[in-house]
């Protein structure tokens, strides 16, 4: 399982437009994303450029630290 750290997560919603953010791209399966830590766990079912991933995050709204 892979892991980030996202930067601006601050409630529940956060949480879910990361998720949902990590979710839409194509490849990756169980998010698990947790609040008080700030992390993002998720499988890669194929490889995933990381620019890819940031770029998803960051429209969401938020920064990988």
Not at 29 to 37: C, E, R, W
């Amino acid at each position: 399982m892979k892991k980030i750290k996202i930067i601006g997560m601050s409630c529940q919603h956060c949480v879910q437009a990361v998720t949902k953010a990590l979710r839409a791209i194509d490849g990756i399966a169980d998010v698990q994303v947790d609040l008080n830590s700030g992390i993002a766990s998720y499988e890669e079912t194929k490889q995933i450029d990381a620019k890819v991933i940031a770029d998803a995050v960051k429209k969401a709204g938020y920064e990988i630290g």
